[in-house]
């Protein structure tokens, strides 16, 4: 699928990229050729492949999923300006 300078430019322009007249042909072939090799991507026979997450198998430790609060509120309150039963103590902003 090859491209036009108004093509290029008007991806350009969407993607907020300066690009100066001079260079739309140029960059027209370009992408041209970058979107050839996609589309021989397309031909690339993946029927019975799993998709690739990562290239690296990646281990997950798990947790148990229990709402906590850190067990560490004091520590968390020790440098509020000001508290009150635990908690922040902050201006009221709704009247």
């Known amino acids: 699928m090859p491209l036009d300078r108004a093509t290029v430019a008007r991806v350009a ?6 690009v100066p007249e001079e260079q739309l042909d140029a960059l027209a072939g370009e992408l041209s050729g970058i979107l050839a090799w996609v589309e021989q991507l397309g031909e690339v026979d993946t029927q019975g492949i ?3 997450r990562s ?17 560490c509120r004091e520590a968390i309150l020790a440098n509020a300006p000001e508290r009150e ?11």
Do not use: N, S, T
């Open 13 to 18: 322009d969407l993607a907020r990229i300066a």
């Open 50 to 52: 799993e998709p690739l």
């Open 55 to 71: 290239v690296h198998p990646i281990r997950r430790a798990w947790r148990p999923d229990v709402v906590a609060d850190g067990f």
């Open 85 to 95: 039963d635990g908690f922040f103590v902050v201006p009221r902003v709704v009247e």
